[in-house]
């Protein structure tokens, strides 16, 4: 049984910072892709970056240059620093696990933390 938790998130003034960990369960983290979605009301889910097994990284323009996705495979932990938030940057957000590689029908999903960008 797969388990991802996310932790991290939480209220933050624009422009501010945070950074939110996934913590998986079992040895299938460090063979596997990884990557950070966000959900917000109204709007279509996201894939806002994601992390092959060997540090290979990519992002989605609307976070690139401000976000960074990491992965310590001792620790089954993947990272997402969140840097210079913007007002369009609120939502639920989940990390996944990518069997497959890549985001397929067969990922594995946390049940997300919300990320609150207001003044």
């Known amino acids: 049984q797969v388990q991802l938790v996310e932790s991290g998130g939480g209220l933050v003034q624009p422009g501010g910072s945070l950074t939110l960990s996934c913590a998986a369960s079992g040895s299938i983290f460090s063979m596997n892709a990884m990557g950070w979605y966000r959900q917000a009301p109204g709007k279509q889910r996201e894939l806002v970056a994601g992390?092959?097994?060997?540090?290979?990284?990519n992002y989605a323009d609307s976070v690139k240059g401000r976000f960074t996705i990491s992965r310590a495979n001792a620790k089954n932990t993947v990272y997402l620093q969140m840097n210079r938030l913007k007002p369009d940057d609120p939502a639920v957000y989940h990390c996944?696990?990518?069997?497959?590689?890549?985001?397929?029908?067969?990922?594995?999903w946390g049940p997300g933390t919300q990320v609150t960008v207001s003044s």
């Open positions: 996944a696990i990518f069997p497959r590689g890549s985001p397929s029908p067969d990922d594995y």
């Open positions: 992390i092959t097994r060997g540090g290979d990284t």
